[in-house]
């Protein structure tokens, strides 16, 4: 097959940037791949892309941020996406420009948006393929609303968890879209895992409000008044920098806590830890968490929405907590800082549950899905997965008209508001 993705830019850094190319590469092995990113704002990316999947990109901002098109909004691209505000008529006319002459068998949009453009834009003959890596729970009524009109266009949309992909069957109420889980990959490691005899505790992410470092840090001052030699090592880079700083001064963990930056690939610093952590208030899947547990770390995490709970066995390869509770955050990571026996077995469990998440086997479950929708469609319209009249169906239905509604009064208080200025 020839598989296109289509991503927001490849030239930065982030979850769907490193999932993005580790699908593509793994990808590679059987298939013709390349990446198109919409936007590029540097000569090579920051990340490595397997040099069997090629890559190009449509807006080079370092030639054309200035370019008259750039200046005025988007129009296909929608208006109550997050990133709605880099984008442009430029970028939809180079979009569709791309779409219109894809010589691809799949296109796979890696973000609302940008699957809005493929389910508008791509040609009848290629599957259509959008990619949720945040959940629809996290979108705004106005949002659901605008995607619910596109996504009917889709093929298949895949969710990274379960739990996210029951959310959509549920309240989008999309006949003929196929919905599937399709977890993150994390490439085989190269180095050998940890043993479990270093007395470090390692967390990984973007220094931003909603990872709670905060709170990790504030979990960890039991666990370093009882076993002074173990360390917290936090990697990535954020604003949340300087607040953090402070809190390790203030709670005297100088010799304990340590911001180390951003590291890329992190696969060598988690293989100096013996646990990882996590303390989220939200993630739609947790690669930070499958990458610890690849390299034999189990992790100690807060049971948010979605990914921890569909990736973590408690008690056998890791431990789930409460979002927001320091001491129960603390009790797990002193349970397992304290109990050398326990730490080795649960790594071998961490190592083994992991597998799942190799290439090898999300793969093979991303090409049966490419050939189930294909064949589906080959055989024309089947009866719609929640069948015209169901339960499910009206509930689907219900929750469009309540998103609607809401997308309505949304617009109407901005009206009020602009008038009263």
């Known amino acids: 097959m020839k598989i296109s993705f289509l991503i927001h830019n490849a030239y930065g850094i982030g979850g769907t940037i490193t999932t993005t190319f580790n699908l593509a590469g793994a990808l590679a092995e059987r298939h013709d791949v390349e990446v198109v990113s919409a936007l590029r704002h540097r000569e090579h990316p920051n990340l490595v892309l397997d040099p069997r999947v090629r890559l190009r990109a449509l807006v080079d901002l370092r030639k ?99 739990a996210d992909a029951t959310a959509y069957r549920r309240k989008m109420w999309l006949p003929g879209v196929h919905v599937e889980a399709l977890p993150n990959s994390v490439p085989d490691p190269a180095l050998p895992p940890a043993d479990s005899t270093a007395k470090v505790v390692i967390a990984a992410g973007r220094l931003v409000p909603v990872k709670r470092y905060d709170l990790l840090i504030e979990a960890f001052a039991p666990v370093a008044a009882a076993y002074p030699d173990w360390q917290l090592r936090i990697y990535g880079k954020g604003e949340e920098q300087p607040r953090l700083r402070e809190l390790i001064e203030r709670l005297g963990l100088w010799n304990n806590v340590f911001l180390m930056g951003a590291a890329t690939p992190m696969e060598a610093e988690w293989a100096k830890g013996s646990i990882g952590a996590a303390a989220s208030n939200f993630e739609p899947f947790g690669m930070t968490i499958v990458e610890a547990m690849r390299c034999g770390l189990p992790v100690v995490s807060t049971d948010c929405p979605y990914g921890p709970g569909e990736i973590i066995q408690d008690g056998t390869d890791g431990r789930l907590v409460p ?79 309540r998103d609607a509604a809401h997308a309505a009064a949304s617009g109407v208080l901005r009206s009020i508001r602009k008038g009263r200025r």
């Open 64 to 162: 054309e941020a200035d370019h008259p098109l750039h200046q005025r909004p988007a129009k296909v691209f929608p208006p109550a996406e997050y990133r709605h505000h880099q984008y442009s008529e430029l970028t939809d006319q180079r979009i569709g420009e791309c779409l219109a002459a894809l010589d691809a068998d799949v296109v796979i949009g890696t973000r609302p948006g940008l699957n809005v453009h493929i389910a508008r834009q791509a040609p009848q003959h290629v599957l259509r393929v959008g990619q949720e890596h945040l959940t629809l729970d996290n979108h705004s009524p106005r949002l659901r609303t605008a995607l619910r009109r596109a996504y009917r266009r889709l093929d298949v949309i895949t969710t990274v968890t379960e």
């Open 323 to 401: 979002v927001g509770d320091r001491d129960a955050l603390s009790a797990a990571l002193l349970d397992l800082v304290g109990d050398d026996e326990r730490r080795r077995r649960m790594s071998r469990a961490a190592l083994d549950n992991a597998r799942r998440f190799a290439p090898g086997p999300v793969v093979a479950q991303a090409e049966r899905l490419l050939e189930s929708a294909a064949a589906a469609r080959d055989t024309g319209p089947g009866p719609a997965p929640q069948g015209h009249g169901t339960p499910s169906a009206l509930v689907g239905r219900g929750h469009a008209a």
